[in-house]
């Protein structure tokens, strides 16, 4: 579809573009199973204010040009399509309507936005659910994706390369994700007969007990680790994971850090399904082989303090010398 372009000499002109899915880079990681489930992708609302502006142009100092599209229901529909299509070429059995599916995929975005200055640089945040055949939500999380490229000023195509590159990023996520995987491949539980009888009144209550001590639940979404010095995201990522390369998936998950210049007591969140080979903060830098900082060495044993000299014998014969 063509360009339309709003031009004025006024600030915050607009920009049209209509969206279609071109990543430049593509999906790397693949799913160690495919659920063999029916899936479809429904609806995937936009919470944002304004959701036809879908970023800006801040080349010009004195012109901020807003880019925008037509339909206000763009960037969600550019969402399902990317999904559905990434996720039929890995295998899996995606559907056209509800009636045929086992599990339904839809979602909300929570940011969709490119800021192009010298290059195009664009941010996706996606609050994603799973639902069975009954519509229960069997599993919800937020994934997050980036994509940067450089291209012609005010260029449809670009744009589209941008934020196409920023779902790519969430769609590896996904796919490396064993608990949202694990949620496609689950069964609806049978209906039992004893669930059908009617309700008994439940027994009078017993005195209420102090509230527990709040801990870490297993099922939280994330770790959490503190960096030290010289820590980057790849060393973080091998230690928690094994695996260098998956400082990627730590990156989408963290977008307000610089993967390779972190600073010293930045808190990065590890997400649960990455922490295979290590689960709790180590005392001690990921990037370095020294002895841990955390370990308090054991003090050596003080030295013996010398005897006192012993006092000298009592004199017995003749005493010489000046009276």
Same mark, same amino acid.
Request: net charge positive.
């Given at each position: 579809?063509?360009?339309?372009?709003?031009?004025?000499?006024?600030?915050?002109?607009?920009?049209?573009?209509?969206?279609?899915?071109?990543?430049?880079?593509?999906?790397?990681?693949?799913?160690?199973?495919?659920?063999?489930?029916?899936?479809?992708?429904?609806?995937?609302?936009?919470?944002?204010? $304004?959701?036809?502006?879908?970023?800006?142009?801040?080349?010009?100092?004195?012109?901020?040009?807003?880019?925008?599209?037509?339909?206000?229901?763009?960037?969600?529909?550019?969402?399902?399509?990317?999904?559905?299509?990434?996720?039929?070429?890995?295998?899996?059995?995606?559907?056209?309507?509800?009636?045929?599916?086992?599990?339904?995929?839809?979602?909300?975005?929570?940011?969709?936005?490119?800021?192009?200055?010298?290059?195009?640089?664009?941010?996706?945040?996606?609050?994603?659910?799973?639902?069975?055949?009954?519509?229960?939500?069997?599993?919800?999380?937020?994934?997050?994706?980036?994509?940067?490229?450089?291209?012609?000023?005010?260029?449809?195509? $670009?744009?589209?390369?941008?934020?196409?590159?920023?779902?790519?990023?969430?769609?590896?996520?996904?796919?490396?994700?064993?608990?949202?995987?694990?949620?496609?491949?689950?069964?609806?539980?049978?209906?039992?007969?004893?669930?059908?009888?009617?309700?008994?009144?439940?027994?009078?209550?017993?005195?209420?007990?102090?509230?527990?001590?709040?801990?870490?639940?297993?099922?939280? #979404?994330?770790?959490?680790?503190?960096?030290?010095?010289? #820590?980057?995201?790849?060393?973080?990522?091998?230690?928690?994971?094994?695996?260098?390369?998956?400082?990627?998936?730590?990156?989408?998950?963290?977008?307000?850090?610089?993967?390779?210049?972190?600073?010293?007591?930045?808190?990065?969140?590890?997400?649960?399904?990455?922490?295979?080979?290590?689960?709790?903060?180590?005392?001690?830098?990921?990037?370095?082989?020294?002895?841990?900082?955390?370990?308090?060495?054991?003090?050596?044993?003080?030295?013996?303090?010398?005897?006192?000299?012993?006092?000298?014998?009592?004199?017995?014969?003749?005493?010489?010398?000046?009276?």
């Amino acid at each position: 579809m063509w360009i339309t372009v709003l031009l004025s000499a006024a600030y915050g002109a607009d920009h049209n573009i209509s969206l279609e899915y071109k990543p430049n880079t593509k999906v790397k990681r693949s799913p160690a199973t495919v659920p063999g489930h029916k899936i479809f992708f429904g609806e995937f609302r936009d919470q944002r204010a $304004n959701p036809r502006q879908v970023g800006e142009n801040l080349e010009d100092k004195e012109k901020r040009v807003i880019v925008v599209v037509s339909d206000p229901h763009g960037a969600g529909h550019l969402v399902r399509a990317a999904l559905s299509k990434e996720f039929g070429s890995k295998g899996f059995s995606v559907v056209g309507g509800p009636g045929l599916a086992d599990k339904i995929i839809e979602g909300t975005l929570v940011k969709f936005w490119t800021v192009e200055t010298n290059r195009y640089n664009s941010q996706t945040q996606l609050r994603l659910d799973v639902r069975d055949k009954s519509g229960g939500v069997v599993f919800s999380r937020t994934y997050s994706g980036s994509g940067k490229n450089f291209g012609r000023s005010l260029s449809e195509t $670009n744009y589209n390369e941008s934020i196409s590159d920023s779902l790519t990023m969430i769609v590896d996520a996904l796919f490396t994700d064993s608990e949202f995987l694990r949620a496609l491949s689950e069964k609806a539980p049978p209906v039992r007969m004893e669930d059908k009888k009617p309700p008994v009144a439940p027994p009078a209550p017993s005195p209420p007990s102090p509230p527990p001590v709040k801990t870490a639940e297993p099922g939280e #979404e994330y770790l959490f680790h503190r960096v030290f010095a010289g #820590e980057t995201m790849a060393t973080i990522a091998k230690y928690y994971s094994g695996n260098a390369n998956n400082w990627k998936i730590l990156a989408s998950h963290n977008l307000d850090k610089e993967p390779f210049k972190l600073r010293a007591d930045e808190v990065i969140k590890i997400p649960r399904s990455l922490a295979i080979v290590n689960k709790d903060q180590p005392g001690f830098s990921t990037a370095s082989s020294r002895e841990p900082a955390g370990r308090v060495k054991k003090p050596a044993a003080p030295a013996a303090t010398p005897a006192a000299p012993a006092p000298p014998p009592p004199v017995t014969g003749p005493a010489f010398g000046p009276k």
